[in-house]
């Protein structure tokens, strides 16, 4: 059917190299130097002509969202009735000629820099200080050279129209450079601690495009200058700045709060703008070495929150962009416990209890967005479950260890509009892992994932319901050297 040659292979490559040292007692370095190349050749279905098109260059379709989007709603496209979308999802109708379009996905990433940070201990009166003064020095890019082909499904099975010309799905290139400083400084006087900071970043953003549409290149693989479609760039500076507290009531018990500036990258769109948030949080923490206890209250005032479409979180949206959700506010209540119930030398019982509580609504009205929906003040933020809770229970001795957890997810939004098909379902999972050393540098495990099969709906994008991870059972052997 559909979705028979979906496949992904992945290549990756990683080098860092690291330096440590200390001059006296008080002054300490760390430096690094790093280089991630990334590839990925991604075949998926990604949209219908109904009426079909055996050229590649110049299909004309409708994506799966829409069709889903009709098949929930008991709507047509064109002629074709909700039943007959339903029979081509399911496999058991044929299309017309080139009907299917098929996407290789591919692209290379590369991301390398330099980082150093410079660590100084040193007294000022009562006072302690240990400043941190660092820089990082970054490069990244992202290189997309796709191709679309198209098929027919002729008794459940797709069958090539056309390969289509290498590029004709998208030929550009992401490029970014950054410089980041920044000087944090913890500062002890007696049982208080202050954390104040800044980071400052500088970044550039570059897309280079080439043309891909059929009517305007006989060659859209082609990188030449006489096929140059256009340039776009967007560079932004920023300061970012925060403090932290946390004052010891006792030496178990520790009072904690924080005020931050938070901050995310824009596009390479020069009309987009960065993601910008004020953030809160105020709590309690308890660790006594064998129990610990943490409340963290928080509360996020966003600006303009920014959503990336992706192939997993996207919507009827082109995968790269990012979407302005405009003003917002999430707020919260985190809860985290851990114990070990085992007063045994000879073995452990780690219990971990963890719940949070979240709040998330828009503070303006935003037109008709693919990514947010069409969303009105107050209206709840996509995919912000209210609840979370995760419980977990180990065995552990000094070679062999099991451990069982149970997560609940509560029911959200998908889209800002929370009308019908734009919910997704709570969820109980159940894992269950294990592990044996057999000497200090061998490890035997395994891992069941969704032990039960909870087989609800975990999301809406980008095409329509999605289920959980199926029932998954993982087992190998780690050799470190």
Request: charged share 20%; with cysteine.
């Amino acid at each position: 059917g559909l979705s028979e040659l979906d496949q992904i292979n992945t290549d990756h490559e990683q080098v860092m190299l690291t330096y440590r040292g200390r001059f006296g007692d008080n002054i300490s370095v760390r430096a690094s130097a790093y280089n991630n190349e990334f590839s990925r050749a991604w075949f998926k279905t990604e949209a219908i002509d109904l009426d079909g098109s055996d050229n590649a260059q110049n299909f004309s379709g409708t994506s799966w969202f829409n069709v889903i989007q009709a098949v929930n709603r008991g709507q047509n496209i064109g002629n074709f009735t909700p039943s007959e979308l339903q029979a081509i999802l399911d496999g058991t109708a044929d299309t017309a000629i080139g009907a299917i379009q098929i996407r290789n996905n591919a692209r290379d990433y590369y991301a390398r820099g330099v980082q150093g940070e410079v660590t100084i201990d040193f007294l000022t009166g009562a006072a302690a200080h240990e400043l941190r003064v660092g820089l990082r020095v970054h490069q990244d890019q992202e290189d997309r050279l796709q191709r679309n082909s198209t098929y027919s499904q002729i008794n459940g099975s797709l069958v090539l129209a056309d390969r289509g010309l290498l590029g004709n799905a998208g030929n550009r290139i992401e490029d970014a450079e950054a410089i980041a400083l920044w000087v944090y400084d913890t500062v002890t006087i007696g049982d208080l601690t202050l954390s104040p900071g800044v980071r400052y970043e500088s970044i550039d953003l570059k897309r280079t495009r080439y043309e891909d549409r059929a009517s305007r290149t006989d060659d859209p693989s082609s990188r030449d200058a006489s096929n140059l479609r256009d340039i776009r760039s967007n560079d932004l500076d920023v300061w970012i700045p925060g403090i932290g507290v946390r004052y010891a009531v006792t030496p178990s018990i520790n009072l904690i709060g924080g005020v931050s500036r938070g901050f995310s990258a824009p596009s390479s769109d020069p009309n987009a703008d960065p993601e910008r948030s004020t953030n809160y949080e105020a709590g309690l923490r308890f660790n006594n070495g064998r129990t610990f206890f943490e409340a963290i209250g928080f509360w996020n005032e966003y600006a303009n929150l920014v959503g990336a479409c992706t192939a997993s979180s996207g919507a009827n949206c082109q995968i790269g962009d990012l979407f302005s959700g405009d003003a917002a506010r999430v707020r919260g209540l985190e809860l985290a416990f851990r114990h070990d119930l085992s007063s045994s030398p000879r073995f452990g019982l780690p219990l971990s209890v963890a719940y949070t509580w979240s709040d998330g609504e828009f503070r303006s009205d935003l037109a008709d967005s693919n990514f947010f929906g069409d969303a009105e003040r107050g209206d709840p933020i996509p995919y912000l479950p209210e609840h979370e809770i995760y419980v977990s229970l180990g065995f552990e001795m000094s070679r062999w260890a099991v451990n069982a957890s149970v997560s609940y997810v509560d029911s959200s939004c998908t889209q800002a509009t929370c009308g019908r098909f734009e919910q997704n379902d709570s969820a109980t999972l159940v894992d269950l892992s294990t592990h044996y050393d057999l000497t200090e540098s061998v490890q035997f495990y395994a891992l069941a994932q969704n032990l039960f099969k909870e087989d609800g709906i975990a999301g809406r994008q980008p095409y329509g319901a999605r289920p959980h991870l199926d029932q998954t059972f993982i087992g190998g052997v780690k050799v470190r050297f």
